[in-house]
Protein backbone atom coordinates (compact mmCIF):
# COMPACT_ATOMS: atom_id res chain seq x y z
CA UNK A 1 0.00 0.00 0.00
CA UNK A 2 1.08 3.28 -1.10
CA UNK A 3 2.12 6.02 1.56
CA UNK A 4 1.37 9.55 -0.22
CA UNK A 5 2.63 13.24 0.18
CA UNK A 6 0.91 15.90 -1.50
CA UNK A 7 2.03 19.15 -1.48
CA UNK A 8 0.68 22.26 -2.41
CA UNK A 9 -2.28 19.95 -1.09
CA UNK A 10 -4.94 23.54 -0.17
CA UNK A 11 -4.65 24.39 -3.64
CA UNK A 12 -7.22 23.75 -6.36
CA UNK A 13 -6.28 20.07 -7.31
CA UNK A 14 -4.61 19.14 -4.30
CA UNK A 15 -8.12 19.70 -2.19
CA UNK A 16 -9.60 17.27 -4.94
CA UNK A 17 -6.74 15.05 -5.42
CA UNK A 18 -6.30 14.69 -1.56
CA UNK A 19 -10.07 13.21 -1.20
CA UNK A 20 -10.09 11.08 -4.10
CA UNK A 21 -6.44 9.74 -3.22
CA UNK A 22 -7.94 8.87 0.20
CA UNK A 23 -11.35 7.42 -0.91
CA UNK A 24 -8.54 4.64 -3.27
CA UNK A 25 -5.97 4.06 -0.38
CA UNK A 26 -7.50 5.46 3.34
CA UNK A 27 -7.64 8.64 5.11
CA UNK A 28 -4.31 8.31 7.06
CA UNK A 29 -2.67 6.70 4.11
CA UNK A 30 -2.24 10.81 2.89
CA UNK A 31 -0.50 13.27 4.04
CA UNK A 32 -1.65 16.43 2.46
CA UNK A 33 0.95 19.55 2.81
CA UNK A 34 1.15 22.82 2.33
CA UNK A 35 2.80 26.59 2.98
CA UNK A 36 0.19 27.84 4.67
CA UNK A 37 -0.33 27.37 8.45
CA UNK A 38 -3.83 25.89 9.51
CA UNK A 39 -4.95 26.60 13.42
CA UNK A 40 -7.61 24.37 12.81
CA UNK A 41 -7.56 21.77 10.54
CA UNK A 42 -10.66 20.26 9.50
CA UNK A 43 -10.92 16.13 9.70
CA UNK A 44 -11.37 16.63 5.64
CA UNK A 45 -7.60 17.84 5.21
CA UNK A 46 -6.49 15.79 8.05
CA UNK A 47 -3.28 14.65 8.19
CA UNK A 48 -1.86 17.77 7.53
CA UNK A 49 1.36 19.31 7.76
CA UNK A 50 2.95 22.47 7.25
CA UNK A 51 5.60 22.60 4.61
CA UNK A 52 7.63 24.29 2.33
CA UNK A 53 8.62 22.66 -0.85
CA UNK A 54 12.10 24.85 -0.31
CA UNK A 55 13.16 23.12 2.33
CA UNK A 56 14.85 20.32 1.09
CA UNK A 57 16.00 19.17 4.67
CA UNK A 58 12.43 19.76 6.15
CA UNK A 59 10.83 17.97 3.28
CA UNK A 60 13.08 15.07 3.46
CA UNK A 61 12.62 14.77 7.51
CA UNK A 62 8.74 14.38 6.67
CA UNK A 63 9.48 11.68 4.08
CA UNK A 64 11.86 9.68 6.12
CA UNK A 65 9.47 9.99 9.06
CA UNK A 66 6.17 9.01 7.22
CA UNK A 67 7.56 6.54 5.24
CA UNK A 68 6.57 8.26 1.99
CA UNK A 69 6.69 6.13 -1.16
CA UNK A 70 4.84 8.67 -3.22
CA UNK A 71 4.88 12.04 -3.77
CA UNK A 72 2.40 14.28 -6.11
CA UNK A 73 4.34 17.53 -5.71
CA UNK A 74 1.69 20.34 -6.70
CA UNK A 75 3.12 23.54 -5.25
CA UNK A 76 3.78 25.77 -7.74
CA UNK A 77 3.01 29.28 -8.71
CA UNK A 78 0.83 29.58 -12.02
CA UNK A 79 0.81 31.75 -14.82
CA UNK A 80 -0.16 35.33 -14.27
CA UNK A 81 0.87 35.17 -10.89
CA UNK A 82 4.34 34.49 -12.38
CA UNK A 83 4.35 37.04 -14.90
CA UNK A 84 4.40 39.66 -12.04
CA UNK A 85 6.73 37.52 -9.92
CA UNK A 86 8.77 35.90 -12.70
CA UNK A 87 12.07 35.01 -10.67
CA UNK A 88 10.01 34.17 -7.60
CA UNK A 89 7.81 31.32 -9.99
CA UNK A 90 11.03 30.09 -10.98
CA UNK A 91 12.41 29.70 -7.62
CA UNK A 92 9.95 27.93 -6.21
CA UNK A 93 8.86 25.68 -9.53
CA UNK A 94 12.43 24.54 -10.05
CA UNK A 95 13.90 24.51 -6.59
CA UNK A 96 10.90 22.94 -5.55
CA UNK A 97 10.80 20.40 -8.13
CA UNK A 98 14.93 19.72 -7.84
CA UNK A 99 14.33 18.84 -4.33
CA UNK A 100 11.47 16.65 -4.61
CA UNK A 101 13.39 14.70 -7.76
CA UNK A 102 16.42 14.49 -5.64
CA UNK A 103 15.20 12.85 -2.68
CA UNK A 104 13.17 10.62 -5.15
CA UNK A 105 16.29 9.54 -6.59
CA UNK A 106 18.10 8.85 -3.00
CA UNK A 107 14.79 7.26 -1.59
CA UNK A 108 13.39 5.38 -4.64
CA UNK A 109 9.99 7.60 -4.84
CA UNK A 110 7.43 7.74 -7.24
CA UNK A 111 6.35 11.38 -8.19
CA UNK A 112 3.70 12.77 -10.34
CA UNK A 113 4.31 16.29 -11.08
CA UNK A 114 1.98 18.55 -13.24
CA UNK A 115 2.97 20.54 -16.71
CA UNK A 116 0.28 22.69 -18.06
CA UNK A 117 -0.35 23.40 -21.42
CA UNK A 118 1.35 26.75 -20.87
CA UNK A 119 4.64 24.97 -22.46
CA UNK A 120 3.46 25.90 -26.03
CA UNK A 121 4.03 29.01 -27.26
CA UNK A 122 2.84 31.32 -30.28
CA UNK A 123 5.56 29.39 -32.24
CA UNK A 124 4.00 26.43 -32.32
CA UNK A 125 0.92 24.57 -33.86
CA UNK A 126 -1.63 26.68 -32.39
CA UNK A 127 -5.09 25.19 -33.64
CA UNK A 128 -3.44 21.56 -32.65
CA UNK A 129 -0.58 21.00 -30.69
CA UNK A 130 0.82 17.76 -30.53
CA UNK A 131 2.73 15.81 -28.12
CA UNK A 132 6.28 16.66 -29.73
CA UNK A 133 4.97 19.98 -31.17
CA UNK A 134 7.86 23.18 -30.87
CA UNK A 135 7.62 24.10 -27.33
CA UNK A 136 8.73 27.65 -26.62
CA UNK A 137 6.59 29.82 -24.58
CA UNK A 138 6.57 33.14 -23.34
CA UNK A 139 5.97 33.32 -20.11
CA UNK A 140 7.98 32.33 -16.69
CA UNK A 141 5.73 29.99 -16.06
CA UNK A 142 5.74 27.96 -19.48
CA UNK A 143 9.93 28.55 -19.07
CA UNK A 144 9.67 26.42 -16.03
CA UNK A 145 7.19 24.03 -16.91
CA UNK A 146 9.25 23.11 -20.29
CA UNK A 147 12.52 22.98 -18.03
CA UNK A 148 10.10 20.90 -15.16
CA UNK A 149 9.70 18.16 -17.72
CA UNK A 150 12.94 18.06 -19.23
CA UNK A 151 14.35 17.64 -15.95
CA UNK A 152 11.69 15.03 -14.96
CA UNK A 153 12.46 12.78 -18.25
CA UNK A 154 16.38 13.11 -17.03
CA UNK A 155 15.57 11.60 -13.21
CA UNK A 156 14.13 8.88 -15.43
CA UNK A 157 16.40 8.45 -17.90
CA UNK A 158 19.57 8.74 -15.61
CA UNK A 159 19.00 7.54 -12.51
CA UNK A 160 15.56 4.96 -12.94
CA UNK A 161 13.20 8.16 -11.26
CA UNK A 162 9.56 6.56 -12.02
CA UNK A 163 8.34 10.19 -12.39
CA UNK A 164 5.06 10.92 -14.76
CA UNK A 165 3.52 13.72 -15.28
CA UNK A 166 0.55 15.29 -17.43
CA UNK A 167 -0.25 19.05 -18.88
CA UNK A 168 -2.81 19.96 -17.50
CA UNK A 169 -5.53 22.51 -19.53
CA UNK A 170 -6.93 25.10 -17.49
CA UNK A 171 -8.73 23.46 -14.70
CA UNK A 172 -12.25 24.06 -14.16
CA UNK A 173 -13.78 23.04 -10.07
CA UNK A 174 -16.14 23.95 -7.22
CA UNK A 175 -13.79 23.37 -5.01
CA UNK A 176 -11.26 25.28 -4.22
CA UNK A 177 -10.37 28.72 -5.93
CA UNK A 178 -7.78 28.93 -8.70
CA UNK A 179 -4.68 30.19 -7.74
CA UNK A 180 -3.54 32.96 -10.02
CA UNK A 181 -3.87 31.62 -13.61
CA UNK A 182 -4.64 32.79 -16.58
CA UNK A 183 -7.81 30.12 -17.29
CA UNK A 184 -9.16 31.49 -13.89
CA UNK A 185 -12.27 33.03 -15.47
CA UNK A 186 -13.74 29.60 -16.59
CA UNK A 187 -14.10 29.56 -12.81
CA UNK A 188 -14.74 33.16 -11.53
CA UNK A 189 -17.70 33.13 -14.09
CA UNK A 190 -19.75 30.32 -12.41
CA UNK A 191 -19.61 32.80 -8.88
CA UNK A 192 -20.13 35.90 -10.26
CA UNK A 193 -23.41 34.59 -12.48
CA UNK A 194 -24.98 33.00 -9.23
CA UNK A 195 -24.13 35.98 -7.02
CA UNK A 196 -24.54 38.72 -9.29
CA UNK A 197 -25.99 37.62 -12.62
CA UNK A 198 -23.04 39.56 -14.86
CA UNK A 199 -19.15 38.67 -14.96
CA UNK A 200 -16.49 41.12 -16.55
CA UNK A 201 -14.05 38.67 -18.60
CA UNK A 202 -10.72 39.91 -18.39
CA UNK A 203 -10.49 37.80 -21.66
CA UNK A 204 -11.79 38.46 -25.10
CA UNK A 205 -14.58 36.81 -26.14
CA UNK A 206 -13.03 34.67 -28.57
CA UNK A 207 -10.56 33.30 -26.69
CA UNK A 208 -10.62 29.88 -27.51
CA UNK A 209 -8.46 27.79 -24.84
CA UNK A 210 -7.71 23.88 -23.91
CA UNK A 211 -10.20 23.31 -20.53
CA UNK A 212 -11.04 20.05 -18.60
CA UNK A 213 -13.58 19.61 -15.81
CA UNK A 214 -11.61 18.51 -12.78
CA UNK A 215 -13.12 15.48 -11.71
CA UNK A 216 -11.62 14.43 -15.32
CA UNK A 217 -8.54 15.78 -14.33
CA UNK A 218 -8.11 13.50 -11.30
CA UNK A 219 -8.79 10.60 -12.94
CA UNK A 220 -6.40 11.02 -15.24
CA UNK A 221 -3.93 11.62 -12.39
CA UNK A 222 -5.23 8.37 -10.69
CA UNK A 223 -5.22 6.80 -14.54
CA UNK A 224 -1.62 7.90 -15.25
CA UNK A 225 -0.12 7.07 -11.81
CA UNK A 226 -1.61 3.58 -11.68
CA UNK A 227 -0.88 2.56 -15.37
CA UNK A 228 2.03 -0.07 -15.79
CA UNK A 229 5.61 1.69 -15.87
CA UNK A 230 6.21 0.09 -19.47
CA UNK A 231 2.94 1.72 -20.57
CA UNK A 232 4.50 4.86 -19.52
CA UNK A 233 6.15 5.76 -22.73
CA UNK A 234 6.32 9.42 -22.46
CA UNK A 235 8.15 11.28 -19.48
CA UNK A 236 7.88 14.88 -20.17
CA UNK A 237 4.36 16.07 -19.46
CA UNK A 238 1.38 14.11 -21.77
CA UNK A 239 -1.01 15.67 -23.59
CA UNK A 240 -4.53 15.23 -22.29
CA UNK A 241 -7.57 16.84 -23.75
CA UNK A 242 -10.91 17.24 -22.42
CA UNK A 243 -12.82 20.57 -24.01
CA UNK A 244 -12.10 23.73 -26.32
CA UNK A 245 -13.80 27.16 -25.79
CA UNK A 246 -14.06 30.71 -25.47
CA UNK A 247 -15.26 32.57 -22.77
CA UNK A 248 -18.58 33.54 -25.14
CA UNK A 249 -19.28 29.56 -25.75
CA UNK A 250 -19.16 29.14 -22.14
CA UNK A 251 -21.21 32.01 -20.88
CA UNK A 252 -23.74 31.30 -23.33
CA UNK A 253 -23.87 27.66 -22.14
CA UNK A 254 -23.90 28.91 -18.58
CA UNK A 255 -27.07 31.40 -19.81
CA UNK A 256 -29.02 28.29 -20.55
CA UNK A 257 -29.53 27.80 -17.20
CA UNK A 258 -29.71 31.59 -16.33
CA UNK A 259 -30.89 33.23 -19.12
CA UNK A 260 -30.39 36.76 -17.71
CA UNK A 261 -27.04 36.46 -17.04
CA UNK A 262 -25.16 39.55 -18.72
CA UNK A 263 -21.10 39.29 -19.61
CA UNK A 264 -18.69 42.19 -20.23
CA UNK A 265 -15.58 41.76 -21.39
CA UNK A 266 -12.38 44.09 -20.24
CA UNK A 267 -9.19 41.99 -21.38
CA UNK A 268 -5.83 42.85 -19.63
CA UNK A 269 -2.38 41.33 -19.03
CA UNK A 270 -3.62 38.13 -19.15
CA UNK A 271 -4.92 38.24 -22.56
CA UNK A 272 -1.32 38.12 -24.11
CA UNK A 273 -0.41 35.07 -21.74
CA UNK A 274 -3.52 33.32 -23.30
CA UNK A 275 -2.85 34.29 -26.98
CA UNK A 276 0.15 32.19 -26.84
CA UNK A 277 -1.48 29.38 -25.85
CA UNK A 278 -2.93 26.74 -28.24
CA UNK A 279 -6.50 26.10 -28.60
CA UNK A 280 -6.71 22.20 -28.71
CA UNK A 281 -3.94 19.54 -28.17
CA UNK A 282 -3.81 16.19 -29.51
CA UNK A 283 -3.56 13.41 -26.96
CA UNK A 284 -3.62 10.34 -28.60
CA UNK A 285 -0.24 9.20 -26.86
CA UNK A 286 -2.08 9.14 -23.55
CA UNK A 287 -5.50 7.62 -25.32
CA UNK A 288 -2.78 4.98 -26.73
CA UNK A 289 -0.46 4.74 -23.80
CA UNK A 290 -2.69 4.49 -20.68
CA UNK A 291 -6.54 4.70 -22.21
CA UNK A 292 -6.77 8.45 -21.21
CA UNK A 293 -10.76 9.23 -22.18
CA UNK A 294 -12.67 12.66 -20.86
CA UNK A 295 -15.95 12.30 -19.65
CA UNK A 296 -17.33 15.71 -19.31
CA UNK A 297 -18.28 17.82 -22.72
CA UNK A 298 -19.02 21.53 -22.02
CA UNK A 299 -22.76 21.26 -21.24
CA UNK A 300 -22.35 18.20 -18.39
CA UNK A 301 -19.82 20.52 -17.02
CA UNK A 302 -21.96 23.38 -16.84
CA UNK A 303 -24.26 22.01 -15.61
CA UNK A 304 -22.58 19.85 -12.69
CA UNK A 305 -20.53 23.05 -11.46
CA UNK A 306 -24.06 25.02 -11.21
CA UNK A 307 -25.63 22.41 -9.53
CA UNK A 308 -22.60 21.89 -6.78
CA UNK A 309 -22.48 25.48 -6.39
CA UNK A 310 -25.75 26.46 -5.88
CA UNK A 311 -25.64 24.31 -2.50
CA UNK A 312 -23.06 26.87 -1.36
CA UNK A 313 -23.98 30.04 -2.96
CA UNK A 314 -27.17 31.42 -0.79
CA UNK A 315 -30.04 34.17 -2.23
CA UNK A 316 -30.28 32.16 -5.63
P1 LIG B 1 -2.88 26.45 -6.62
O1 LIG B 1 -2.21 27.78 -6.79
O2 LIG B 1 -4.33 26.40 -6.45
O3 LIG B 1 -2.19 25.66 -5.42
C1 LIG B 1 -0.80 25.69 -5.19
C2 LIG B 1 -0.59 25.48 -3.70
O4 LIG B 1 0.82 25.52 -3.46
C3 LIG B 1 -1.22 26.58 -2.84
O5 LIG B 1 -2.12 26.02 -1.91
C4 LIG B 1 -0.03 27.25 -2.15
O6 LIG B 1 -0.30 27.66 -0.82
C5 LIG B 1 1.01 26.14 -2.20
N1 LIG B 1 2.39 26.64 -2.12
C6 LIG B 1 2.90 27.78 -2.62
N2 LIG B 1 4.20 27.89 -2.31
C7 LIG B 1 4.53 26.79 -1.60
C8 LIG B 1 5.72 26.31 -1.00
N3 LIG B 1 6.87 27.03 -1.07
N4 LIG B 1 5.69 25.13 -0.35
C9 LIG B 1 4.55 24.40 -0.26
N5 LIG B 1 3.38 24.82 -0.81
C10 LIG B 1 3.38 25.98 -1.47
O7 LIG B 1 -2.41 25.57 -7.88
P2 LIG B 1 -3.20 24.34 -8.56
O8 LIG B 1 -4.11 24.93 -9.55
O9 LIG B 1 -3.69 23.41 -7.55
O10 LIG B 1 -1.98 23.71 -9.38
C11 LIG B 1 -1.18 22.67 -8.88
C12 LIG B 1 -0.18 22.29 -9.94
O11 LIG B 1 -0.87 21.94 -11.15
C13 LIG B 1 0.81 23.39 -10.31
O12 LIG B 1 2.05 22.81 -10.63
C14 LIG B 1 0.23 23.97 -11.59
O13 LIG B 1 1.20 24.53 -12.40
C15 LIG B 1 -0.37 22.74 -12.22
N6 LIG B 1 -1.44 23.07 -13.17
C16 LIG B 1 -2.62 23.58 -12.74
C17 LIG B 1 -3.61 23.92 -13.67
C18 LIG B 1 -4.94 24.48 -13.25
O14 LIG B 1 -5.73 24.89 -14.13
N7 LIG B 1 -5.26 24.54 -11.96
C19 LIG B 1 -3.38 23.70 -15.03
C20 LIG B 1 -2.14 23.22 -15.44
C21 LIG B 1 -1.18 22.86 -14.50
C1 LIG C 1 -2.88 28.79 -15.66
O1 LIG C 1 -3.76 29.42 -16.25
O2 LIG C 1 -1.79 29.26 -15.30
C2 LIG C 1 -3.12 27.31 -15.42
C3 LIG C 1 -2.52 26.49 -16.50
C4 LIG C 1 -3.27 26.25 -17.75
O3 LIG C 1 -1.42 26.03 -16.36
N1 LIG C 1 -4.53 27.11 -15.29
Known amino acids: MPKILVTGALGQIGTELCAALRLIHGQEQVIASDIRILNDTPFAIRPYVQLDVLDKIALHALILKEKITEVYHLAATLSATGEKHPLKAWELNMQG ?20 IAVFGPTGNKAFSQQHSVTAPTTAYGISKVAGELWCKYYHEQYGVDVR ?18 TDYAVDIFHQALKHRHYTCFLKP ?46 QEI ?22 WPTSVDDHHARQDWHWQHEFELDTMVADMLKNLKQLVQHI
Open 97 to 116: LFNVLDIAKTDKLKIFWPSS
Open 165 to 182: SIRYPGLISHTAPPGGGT
Open 206 to 251: HTTLPMMYMPDAIRATLQLMSAPADKVKIRIGYNVHALSFSPEQLA
Open 255 to 276: GKHLPSLKIYYKPDDRQVIADS
